[in-house]
C-alpha cells in the first residue's frame, strides 16, 4: 500500500480517518440539501451512500489493523 509505505502506520490511520470524515460530511451535505429541497430519491441516495462509506470505512480499518498486527 503506497500510503503506509510513504507515511508510515500514522500516516495510514490519518488518512484512513480523514477519508471517511469526507465521505460522510459531503453525504451528510447532499442529504440536507435533499430534505431542503423535498427530493425523496436524492435522499435515499444520500442513506445508501453513507451505508457503502461506513462500509469502506470498515474495510480500510481491517486493512489498518492487518498493517498494524500483521506486519
Same mark, same amino acid.
Given at each position: 500500500m503506497q500510503i503506509y509505505e510513504k507515511f508510515g502506520m500514522e500516516g495510514l490511520i490519518v488518512f484512513t480517518v480523514i477519508n471517511s470524515a469526507l465521505v460522510i460530511g459531503v453525504t451528510a451535505l447532499i +442529504?440536507?440539501?435533499?430534505?431542503?429541497?423535498? +427530493?425523496? !430519491?436524492?435522499?435515499?441516495? $444520500?442513506?445508501? #451512500?453513507?451505508?457503502?462509506?461506513?462500509?469502506?470505512? @470498515? @474495510? +480500510? !480499518?481491517?486493512? #489498518? $489493523?492487518y498493517h498494524l498486527y500483521f506486519t
Amino acid at each position: 500500500m503506497q500510503i503506509y509505505e510513504k507515511f508510515g502506520m500514522e500516516g495510514l490511520i490519518v488518512f484512513t480517518v480523514i477519508n471517511s470524515a469526507l465521505v460522510i460530511g459531503v453525504t451528510a451535505l447532499i +442529504q440536507k440539501i435533499a430534505k431542503n429541497y423535498h +427530493q425523496p !430519491n436524492l435522499e435515499k441516495f $444520500a442513506v445508501a #451512500t453513507i451505508a457503502a462509506a461506513n462500509v469502506i470505512a @470498515l @474495510l +480500510q !480499518n481491517a486493512n #489498518t $489493523a492487518y498493517h498494524l498486527y500483521f506486519t
